[in-house]
């Protein structure tokens, strides 16, 4: 395949990708990032740090700090936008096409695996653009130096960016982590890259932080001559500000540049290794879905099986027909309720369909284990458990009927916030089962303000993930979410706990389940408000 003929399918693929609305928050999700890694001088949060110490924010500093921020967090949100290559291609039949063309399949996984990097790439850009003018914004130093700037972002961001994309089309590869499955298991892949990669003896280098740190350190040390303390790569609080330093930069050694070389080298065939089993879109070849899409229909009880039609057989005359009077809808109070609970029902079991034994006999273990465990390891350990378990059938709220391409029936609904607040309460029953054996071990011991956090957890998480699932219409942007906050409970960040889970000396020190109701209230009014006039029906002239 020339150049030329790759460029063409990634730059076309590359652009369709940045005309859905999702890439524009995409980008305001970058310019965000790139606000919150140069904070206010005086802010007590922070990114980076060495012991008591930032650097002034002059373009060396402002630049690794952002690019060194994009390493920590884009490849977590950078995979969830990128992993849908394949599938796009399979639901458009755009693949079947190319696979009837001469395209080699490893130049089909080298075209997608440029397309990914390019809107990677473009989050990169947006970065840097954003880092210029917070340097500028910050005041403490107006001399721009493009080469510091920028340079961290092509040698330390960019090989990330570029493993990330790989990834995503190793895991769209793969049966098993296709789908949501894979989503949870890059979480866990992205906290081994990121935590392991900052260790001075990384694989490669790491993810590349150890050259500029140890300047930093040397002119942190000839200017104050000690450290007192580490270094530290995250969102941080701190109770006092941090005094400043002036560095100057790093020239990154020959080593340094080898080891970002041999990162993408790695990507690369990384990307270009699911050639040796990808089926081209083949029926015959693509597992279960392709024997889904291969399926002869097969005949319906009651009905004739499809055939050719009998040549001598003689047509029947239509039946004739009379005109039926138009129904009447009379509703009672108690054709209401039961026409709720069965549209309940039918919700309930839409959530849980296809879900495997498996899933099941987890869900029972969990609530055996709330029996077993001490009270004081219910709302540390065994409800954060209970309250993880469910994240793939929870992010199924609101996209089920666009991803299975249903909502053009739905339309003709005729009252949408009830079906929206139907799907509602059957996400809070599922929430509610699973998380019921540690509300009964609170509510004996006598815990009523672990009950209340329970409570308002309970309300919160199928709000959120309803809410997310109507803006997104997919199931991802729910996951990339629920998996941090839920990790950043479970490891103790009291400022962001919604279920109670951290609880010093036995006492909750979560956020208060007021706001947290409120909060669900919000997402699940913002919801209910535009299910309506969405779907209201033209009127007939």
Not at 46 to 54: A, K
Not at 414 to 432: C, D, Q
Request: net charge positive; with cysteine; aromatic share 10%.
């Amino acid at each position: 395949m020339s150049p030329r003929m790759l460029g063409g399918l990634a730059l076309a693929d590359f652009r369709d990708r940045v005309r859905r609305p999702a890439y524009a928050v995409t980008l305001l999700a970058a310019v965000g990032l790139g606000y919150l890694a140069v904070p206010q001088p005086g802010s007590h949060w922070v990114i980076l740090q060495v012991g008591d110490f930032r650097g002034t924010y002059n373009s060396a500093y402002v630049g690794v700090a952002t690019a060194l921020a994009a390493a920590l967090w884009l490849p977590l949100a950078g995979f969830y936008v990128v992993r849908n290559a394949l599938a796009r291609d399979e639901r458009s039949g755009v693949g079947r096409l190319l696979a009837a063309t001469p395209l080699r399949t490893t130049g089909y996984f080298a075209g997608k695996l440029l397309s990914n990097v390019l809107v990677l790439a473009s989050m990169l850009g947006v970065l840097a653009v954003t880092a210029l003018v917070m340097q500028l914004a910050r005041g403490e130093s107006y001399t721009v130096d493009p080469l510091a700037l920028l340079m961290p972002f092509v040698l330390v961001a960019l090989p990330l960016m570029i493993v990330t994309a790989a990834a995503a089309l190793l895991f769209e590869s793969i049966p098993v982590l296709r789908g949501g499955v894979g989503n949870v298991v890059w979480f866990f892949v992205w906290m081994v890259l990121v935590l392991g990669g900052q260790r001075p003896h990384a694989p490669l280098g790491g993810i590349g932080i150890h050259g500029a740190v140890a300047t930093m350190r040397d002119d942190l040390i000839a200017q104050h001559g000690s450290i007192s303390g580490e270094f530290s790569l995250g969102f941080t609080y701190l109770e006092q500000p941090l005094r400043t330093f002036v560095w100057h930069g790093f020239t990154p050694e020959r080593e340094f540049v080898l080891s970002r070389v041999a990162v993408v080298l790695a990507a690369a065939a990384l990307a270009l290794l699911p050639a040796l089993w990808f089926g081209r879109f083949d029926p015959a070849r693509g597992g279960a879905r392709g024997a889904k899409a291969g399926r002869v229909a097969q005949p319906v009880p009651g009905h004739p099986a499809p055939g050719p039609a009998l040549p001598d057989a003689p047509t029947p005359a239509p039946a004739p027909t009379t005109p039926l009077p138009p129904p009447t809808l009379t509703t009672t109070p108690s054709t209401t309720g039961t026409g709720y609970h069965r549209l309940l029902h039918g919700e309930l079991r839409i959530l849980l369909q296809g879900v495997a034994w498996w899933w099941w006999t987890g869900a029972a273990l969990i609530s055996l284990v709330g029996f077993c465990v001490p009270t004081s390891g219910i709302g540390r350990v065994v409800l954060p458990l209970a309250w993880i378990w469910p994240v793939l059938i929870w992010s199924r709220l609101g996209t089920q009927r666009h991803e299975n391409g249903v909502q053009a029936l739905l339309g003709s609904y005729p009252a949408a916030r009830r079906r929206a607040l139907a799907e509602w309460t059957a996400g809070l029953v599922l929430t509610a089962a699973v998380g019921c054996v540690p509300l009964l071990r609170l509510a004996m011991a006598g815990e009523w303000q672990g009950v209340a956090s329970w409570v308002g957890g309970a309300l919160f998480i199928p709000s959120l993930a309803l809410a997310l699932g109507s803006l997104s219409r997919t199931h991802r942007l729910f996951q990339a979410l629920y998996l941090p906050l839920w990790y950043s409970v479970f490891n103790g960040l009291s400022f962001l706990d919604y279920m109670g889970a951290t609880r010093p000396e036995g006492q909750p020190a979560a956020l208060s389940p007021v706001l947290v109701t409120a909060l669900a209230a919000l997402l699940l009014a913002g919801v209910l408000a535009v299910a309506g006039p969405l779907r209201r029906a033209p009127a007939v002239s």
